[in-house]
């Protein structure tokens, strides 16, 4: 009730503002000061949602952000959160700081006043890279929809477990202190938003690939529920097919990088939390988990702390305990190869379909399908994301909450297959399918405001239901309906 008292102040103070000066809006730290655009947006930048996680304050929960005096210069971005350079990030590697807790927001033009709905993206990068900067300046604020861009720590700084660190009093686990980052983003939302014309009751959490599966932690993690309305997850499940970590074993990841910087004794955290930057980074680069074919998914293993992520997400939604928020989700034809390629196809079968590993190596036996890939292609696709997000739309159903499952399956937009990460542009710059009018930007928008995608002079998109699991595709052709999607292939897997 105080938050929403606030967030009307805050609305009434910005009108009076926004008549003389879009530009200032108040906050509930102290007043921004952001840059109108040529398009009659407004648009504020390296905004603080928690303190600097440094120092003694890294590896813990966000900590308020602190006030100001005067305006703050909200027109320049902040930098990425600490990351290695993976090649395709080098721009964000290169900026990268342990202080980086900063969001992004730009709401359309004459807005003040108006309660708009919400969208907070989380942006992708296998939870070790990436950057939230940039993602409001999507087309969807033409909309009428206001758009935060959130950041949180990456890799070890945003995921390391050590059993030190569970041993502090604050919560008795450790780990997901990314996690936890794009809560307190959450929770500063719910504060502020209102300012910017946002509805705090309208927000939709979306995010792709490592930013989708964190919209679906977030839909399962108990202080985060109340903060969104909607969910969009994007080539991303709470588990992309691997078994969860246990608290113990990410400590046992913690352990290695301990030992790989030196940091020994009785309080290994003094020498934990005083390592530099870079040496944590070089050190993150050799972690490794066991129950892991590929290494590169180290930080997407979802980790069960026992705090943050208080059971296995699978059996948290299949007992119906998520957040009652409706669901679109999806994934790509294609998106990537299998981990650990052809030699480790055998493992990899083994620990994504168990007893029917047998029966699955059958099944993708077929050839090469010119939408679909080659075999390892379709297996890791399945596993990691389709047959899950076809999974996860099936638990939110039982759980009586709307659910509605896409298929991408458009080539890139540089002529070349589709592929992991391809539906981006088509969901942020409006980009029509083929010589088709179907735009997918349509469908978010209307998933935003109304919790259902469909609108007037759209293609249909049923919703998900147990008998007919019906879904649509998107392809050059435009849009169009399916049931089941790989069924047969699916029904082998026990997990998301």
């Known amino acids: 009730m105080l938050v929403r008292a606030f967030a009307a102040v805050l ?28 398009d009659g947006s407004v648009l504020f930048r390296g ?91 999507s087309s969807m604020v033409d909309r009428g ?4 861009g959130v950041q949180y720590r990456l890799g070890a700084f945003g995921f390391l477990s050590h059993v030190a660190l569970s041993e502090e009093p604050e919560t008795h686990a450790s780990g997901n202190y990314g996690l936890m980052d794009q809560i307190a983003a959450l929770r500063w939302v719910q504060e502020n938003i209102a300012a910017f014309g946002g509805d705090p009751d309208n927000v939709t959490i979306a995010g792709d690939s490592a930013g989708g599966q964190d919209v679906n932690l977030l839909l ?3 202080a985060a529920r109340g903060l969104f309305a909607k969910a969009i997850a994007q080539s991303g499940t709470a588990q992309f097919g691997w078994p969860v970590r246990t608290l113990g074993e990410n400590e046992a990841i913690g352990a290695q990088l301990a030992e790989a910087i030196g940091a020994r004794g009785d309080d290994p955290l003094i020498a934990m939390r005083a390592a530099p930057t870079a040496r944590i ?9 066991p129950t892991l074919t590929d290494q590169s998914f180290l930080w997407l293993q979802a980790v ?53 590993a047998a029966r699955a190596r059958a099944l993708y036996s077929a050839p090469s399908d010119p939408r679909l890939g080659d075999r390892l292609e379709q297996m890791g696709t399945d ?31 540089d002529g070349g297959v589709v592929r992991h990460g391809a539906e981006l542009s088509y ?70």
Request: aromatic share 8%; charged share 20%; with cysteine.
């Open 281 to 289: 980074l070089a050190a993150d680069l050799a972690l490794a988990s």
């Open 220 to 222: 399962v993690a108990p």
């Open 383 to 413: 596993v990691i994301f389709r047959c899950p997000a076809a999974e996860t739309a099936l638990l939110h159903t039982r759980a009586g909450r709307a659910a509605y499952q896409y298929e991408f399956d458009h080539p890139a937009t």
């Open 427 to 496: 969901v942020s710059d409006n980009l029509p399918l083929g010589d088709t009018d179907v735009r997918m930007q349509d469908y978010w928008a209307n998933f935003a405001k109304t919790g259902d995608p469909n609108g007037a002079g759209l293609p249909a998109w049923p919703r998900f239901d147990e008998a007919s699991r019906g879904y649509i595709t998107f392809s050059e052709a435009g849009a169009h309906v399916g049931a089941n999607l790989r069924g047969p292939f699916c029904a082998l897997l026990p997990r998301l």
């Open 304 to 356: 069960v702390d026992g705090d943050v992520i208080p059971a296995p997400p699978h059996d948290l939604m299949a007992r119906g305990a998520s957040a009652d928020a409706a669901l679109l989700i999806g994934s790509n034809a294609r998106e990537l190869g299998l981990p650990g390629g052809a030699e480790g196809a055998d493992a990899f079968a083994a620990m994504a379909f168990g007893a029917e």
């Open 145 to 148: 929809i206001v758009m935060v």
């Open 11 to 38: 609305v009434l103070l910005t009108a009076a503002c926004a008549s003389s000066d879009p530009s200032l809006v108040p906050t509930a730290q102290g007043p921004l000061r952001g840059e109108v655009r040529a």
């Open 47 to 137: 905004v603080p949602f928690a303190a600097p996680p440094v120092g003694d304050l890294r590896w813990r929960a966000p900590a308020p952000p602190a006030a100001w005096d005067g305006e703050r210069d909200a027109t320049h971005v902040a930098p990425a959160c600490a990351q290695n350079s993976y090649g395709w990030n080098a721009e964000a590697a290169a900026s990268g700081s342990e202080d980086c807790l900063y969001l992004e927001v730009r709401r359309p033009g004459a807005s003040a006043g108006v309660r708009l709905p919400v969208m907070v993206w989380i942006h992708g990068g296998s939870n070790r890279a990436g950057s939230g900067a940039g993602k409001v300046l």
